[in-house]
Nanobody
């Protein structure tokens, strides 16, 4: 079993930056693909980014490509999401998720473990 805890959310002005962290416990996630998703009020949860176990391959939603960067530090059992040039439409609860496999995925039903989420609010 893997427990995931997100941190780093908050309130930021449009154009600003935030760095989200996802700390895993229970066991190592070094062999797991990881992902970030987000859910805005009244909307379905959507894919943001994913990364393979080694960090050699990543995937991004078109809406964040070029602005967000997913990375991981397996020695620290932590995954990150660097968010730059934030927009009001990025406002959402951001969730970290882990797969049981090393292959990345974009669908939320492909993930087996989820964190509780961290709120990101971007003001105009």
């Amino acid at each position: 079993q893997v427990q995931l805890v997100e941190s780093g959310g908050g309130l930021v002005q449009a154009g600003g930056s935030l760095r989200l962290s996802c700390a895993a416990s229970g066991r190592s996630i070094s062999s797991n693909a990881m992902g970030w998703f987000r859910q805005a009020p009244g909307k379905e949860r959507e894919f943001v980014a994913s990364i393979t176990w080694s960090g050699s391959d990543t995937s991004y939603a078109e809406s964040v490509k070029g602005r967000f960067t997913i990375s991981r530090d397996n020695a620290k059992n932590t995954v990150y999401l660097q968010m730059n040039k934030l927009k009001p439409e990025d406002t959402a609860v951001y969730y970290c998720a882990a797969r049981k496999t090393y292959i990345l995925a974009r669908r939320s039903d492909g993930y087996d473990f989820w964190g509780q989420g961290t709120q990101v609010t971007v003001s105009p």
